[in-house]
């Protein structure tokens, strides 16, 4: 069979890969279910005997300065109630859990849990993200910089500058340091950092709607940024070894690992698949703008950098979700750019987060209004799709109309699917409201207004 994408003119077919969305003949579902909630089976995430595609938000960019998320309950009862959402990428940060070395945050840690709870109330599935981005420090560019504390900087690196756009931090002598020392473990800030990530695994164990761990946002080479093989392949694979078998001490749930960050541009990467079993695979993807195309040669587009990470999926047989994808609200062209990254995502059955559940007024990529509408940048990310699979979606495709229609077209191998129709829809098959969500017809059309 064909694993193909679809944009809004052709079909790129990827790959001839004739088991790709069957499941492994080693995966026991009966054996497997009453040991995790959520477990890998082959190129999949499985919740019981479905896979599930899992579709949300990042909470959130605002908390990078705030700490605890901004939301309370109405904000997170709507993600599901009316967007039709259940999943929820939680930025935890390492300096709110371990302000003190070896001196955990029980107050922070229960604010978070207050969070999940609420989640867990509505169906809405966590990933605990331990976020990084330029290592902690804090830049006035977009309220940037979070993650480690101050205690685990290397006294010896070069002074912060905070330098605009903030990004071009991660180039600069200081984060290059920074960086160098936390691979290279200097003053055990690596071994505290890990057994920081034991103590979440600890805590959130108990959860069932806590999916996994998500073992460092946005990890970066420091120096070694201009040359990643080695980095990947040496350094970070005996980093995420360590970081498994910690957080194994405590939890058989998810684990999510990710590559460098300039793989979120196109940038080639070559990460090995790490030691051990239920691992998923959660890069980001960032295409650049028009005018930086071909910048320190990056070429690619939306689908190209997609497919780059989607053939780390397929060569090691191992689940994708793409932890971060977005744009800001006030870009012309967001809700086609969105729209665009979103049927990339469904077409190959892909989970997704989008960056960030913020106020709009508060953050350029923050997604609804003052008043909890969804921005242009959000509205393609609202609408049905089948949230467990009992069997293999062989096609699904969603058509929008110049008159206004919209459609899922589908073609179903195996028992039933189970469709999510948000609530500010109605959702038909073959000209019927549908009111069984579990749709066991082979194939057809659902259209929704």
């Known amino acids: 069979m064909e694993l193909y994408v679809r944009t809004d003119k052709k079909v790129y077919s990827l790959f001839l890969l004739l088991f790709s969305f069957y499941f492994p003949a080693g995966c026991n579902f009966q054996e497997r279910n009453q040991k995790e909630n959520f477990y ?97 420090f804090q830049a006035t560019d977009s309220d940037e ?112 690992y990710e590559t460098h960050p300039l793989s979120d541009f196109g940038w ?57 994808y977005g744009i800001s609200w006030e870009d012309e062209k967001a809700y086609e750019k969105i729209m665009k990254h979103i049927n990339l995502f469904d077409s190959n059955f892909i989970g997704s987060a989008i960056w960030a559940y913020d106020k709009g007024s508060k953050y350029s990529l923050g997604i609804v209004d003052d008043f909890l509408n969804p921005l242009t940048n959000f509205l393609p990310v609202i609408r049905p799709y089948p949230e467990l699979v009992k069997g293999t979606l062989r096609k699904l495709e969603y058509h929008y109309y110049p008159d206004g229609k919209k459609e899922i077209e589908f073609i179903l191998d195996g028992d039933e699917f189970i469709l999510n129709c948000p609530k500010i829809f109605s959702c038909y098959i073959n000209g019927e409201k549908i009111k069984d969500i579990k749709i066991a017809q082979k194939e057809g059309k659902i259209r929704w207004e």
């Open 145 to 256: 910089g979070d993650g480690p504390p101050e205690w685990a900087r290397d006294q010896t690196c070069p002074e912060f500058q905070d330098i605009k756009p903030w990004m071009l931090n991660y180039i600069s002598p200081a984060l290059m340091c920074q960086f160098d020392s936390f691979w290279q473990d200097k003053n055990g800030v690596q071994t505290s950092y890990i057994k920081m990530l034991g103590f979440l695994a600890r805590e959130f164990e108990q959860y069932e709607n806590v999916v996994g761990f998500d073992i460092m946002n946005e990890p970066w080479p420091g120096s070694s940024f201009l040359n990643t093989e080695k980095w990947e392949n040496e350094i970070l694979h005996k980093f995420y070894k360590k970081a498994i078998d910690e957080i194994r001490k405590f939890s058989k749930k998810l684990i999510f």
């Open 40 to 136: 890998q089976c082959g190129r999949f995430i499985c919740k019981g005997d479905y896979k599930i595609l899992l579709r949300g938000v990042n909470l959130s960019h605002t908390a990078k300065r705030t700490i605890i998320p901004w939301v309370r309950e109405n904000e997170i009862k709507i993600l599901r109630e009316k967007w039709g959402l259940n999943f929820i990428r939680l930025t935890v940060f390492w300096s709110a859990v371990e302000p003190q070395r070896e001196r955990y945050n029980r107050d922070y840690i229960n604010s978070l849990k207050e969070i999940i709870e609420i989640a867990k109330k509505y169906e809405i599935y966590v990933l605990i993200d331990s976020h990084q981005d330029i290592f902690g």
């Open 268 to 324: 080639n990467f070559y990460l090995v698949k790490p030691e051990g079993e239920n691992l998923v695979y959660a890069p980001h993807i960032y295409p650049l703008p028009d005018e930086l195309r071909g910048v320190l040669g990056i070429n690619k587009g939306s689908e190209e950098v997609f497919l780059m990470h989607l053939e780390h999926s397929l060569k090691y047989d191992v689940p994708m979700i793409i932890g971060e």
